[in-house]
């Protein structure tokens, strides 16, 4: 049966190929959330979550159009099956190559999750080949259904002292090719205002000429004043 009273229950799931990492989490805590954890970063998971083959690598790569298959076939029905998850409100969260990955996932069936969030992506593994799976989406597609959250940290670069890779500028980058598409669906998730004192509850939000929203509550940064 569900769960109707606890705050969390854990479900290990066993997929056709031994993956001893997966574990997949059924929230009730009011709001009923899925999430699936990879916390394993073995050579399998260099292979699931790399969404091409890249030579350099000694392990296997390019494994991740089967782990998609993996998750959409067996995992999420799986937890859908047994507990109270919504698979409307499914959402995908990556680091590094699971940014990666979530990124492959959000370019390949970007309806399978309504909710993506890619923190530090390995976007330069093999030469920046989701530049290209990003080209050629927007090239087919009039649209990208989704809401994406994307953040890296600006010393993830060579201002951190990194000096083969930039996540913090490919980041940047990947986020700007998107938003030139014009055809992400964007939540205003927190804004910068001008002026001493906080906005009041209820004052409008525009962009330009056009409302986009209404603040609901706001506060004093104790670090900016």
Same mark, same amino acid.
């Given at each position: 049966?569900?769960?109707?009273?606890?705050? +969390?229950?854990?479900?290990?799931?066993?997929?056709? #190929? =031994?993956?001893?990492?997966? !574990?997949?989490? *059924?929230?009730?805590?009011?709001?009923? !959330?899925?999430?699936?954890?990879?916390?394993?970063?073995?050579? #399998?998971?260099?292979? @699931?979550?790399?969404?091409?083959? @890249?030579?350099?690598?000694?392990?296997?790569?390019?494994?991740? /159009?089967?782990?998609?298959?993996? !998750?959409?076939?067996? $995992?999420?029905?799986?937890?859908?099956? #047994?507990?109270? *998850?919504?698979?409307?409100? #499914?959402?995908?969260?990556?680091?590094?190559?699971?940014?990666?990955?979530?990124?492959?996932?959000?370019?390949?069936?970007?309806?399978?999750?309504?909710?993506?969030?890619? !923190?530090? =992506?390995?976007?330069?593994?093999?030469? /920046?080949?989701?530049?290209?799976?990003?080209?050629?989406?927007?090239?087919?597609?009039?649209?990208? =259904?989704?809401?994406?959250?994307?953040?890296?940290? @600006?010393?993830?670069?060579?201002?951190?002292?990194?000096?083969?890779? @930039?996540?913090?500028?490919?980041? +940047? $980058?990947?986020?700007?090719?998107?938003?030139?598409?014009? /055809?992400?669906?964007?939540?205003?998730?927190?804004?910068?205002?001008?002026?001493? +004192?906080?906005?009041?509850?209820?004052?409008?939000?525009?962009?330009?000429?056009?409302?986009?929203?209404?603040?609901?509550?706001?506060?004093?940064?104790? +670090?900016?004043?």
């Amino acid at each position: 049966e569900p769960p109707t009273n606890r705050d +969390s229950t854990a479900m290990p799931l066993t997929p056709s #190929r =031994p993956l001893r990492d997966l !574990i997949a989490l *059924a929230v009730d805590a009011g709001r009923e !959330i899925m999430a699936v954890y990879r916390g394993d970063f073995s050579a #399998r998971a260099k292979s @699931d979550l790399t969404p091409v083959t @890249d030579a350099s690598f000694a392990n296997e790569t390019g494994g991740a /159009h089967a782990y998609l298959a993996f !998750i959409k076939e067996a $995992a999420a029905p799986a937890i859908e099956a #047994r507990y109270r *998850a919504d698979p409307a409100r #499914r959402t995908l969260a990556g680091h590094s190559f699971g940014g990666a990955f979530a990124t492959y996932v959000l370019l390949t069936e970007p309806a399978l999750f309504s909710n993506y969030i890619i !923190i530090s =992506p390995a976007y330069w593994y093999a030469g /920046h080949a989701l530049a290209g799976i990003e080209q050629r989406y927007a090239e087919a597609h009039g649209d990208l =259904p989704a809401r994406v959250y994307m953040a890296a940290g @600006d010393l993830e670069g060579p201002k951190g002292g990194l000096k083969s890779v @930039d996540l913090a500028n490919d980041m +940047s $980058a990947f986020a700007a090719r998107l938003r030139s598409r014009g /055809h992400v669906n964007k939540k205003l998730c927190g804004v910068v205002l001008d002026g001493k +004192s906080p906005a009041a509850a209820g004052d409008l939000i525009q962009a330009g000429e056009k409302e986009v929203g209404k603040i609901t509550s706001s506060v004093v940064s104790p +670090s900016l004043g």
